[in-house]
Nanobody
Framework: QVQLVESGGGLVQAGGSLRLSCAASESIFRINRMGWYRQAPGKERELVAGISSGGSTYYADSVKGRSTISRDNAKNMLYLQMNSLKPEDTAKYYC????????????????WGKGTLVTVSS
């Protein structure tokens, strides 16, 4: 069972940047889909960005142009660079992975981290 541990969250002012990291306990070479999800207080968890083993990326409209997802298979790491942060980006951010190809549907993800909290002040 692959374990995922997120880091890099914190308190930042609006307009600032953060880089979230996700460390996997095993090789992510065979994890086809990896993604970042977030859950704001009182809201459902949502997909923020995803990346396939081949490097194809997906971004939610809310973060498109402000965020970059990347993965380093050699280091077993997933990253999310977030710029121009807004108060509405405040949420707990989760890293997740899926062995098979397909969508980033939450129910299809095989591995989840426990999350890292991002708070953006206005």
């Amino acid at each position: 069972q692959v374990q995922l541990v997120e880091s890099g969250g914190g308190l930042v002012q609006a307009g600032g940047s953060l880089r979230l990291s996700c460390a996997a306990s095993e090789s992510i070479f065979r994890i086809n889909r990896m993604g970042w999800y977030r859950q704001a207080p009182g809201k459902e968890r949502e997909l923020v960005a995803g990346i396939s083993s081949g490097g194809s990326t997906y971004y939610a409209d809310s973060v498109k142009g402000r965020s970059t997802i990347s993965r380093d298979n050699a280091k077993n790491m997933l990253y999310l660079q977030m710029n121009s942060l807004k108060p509405e980006d405040t949420a707990k951010y989760y890293c997740a992975g899926r062995r098979s190809s397909g969508t980033y549907y939450e129910g299809g993800m095989d591995y989840w981290g426990k999350g890292t909290l991002v708070t953006v002040s206005s």
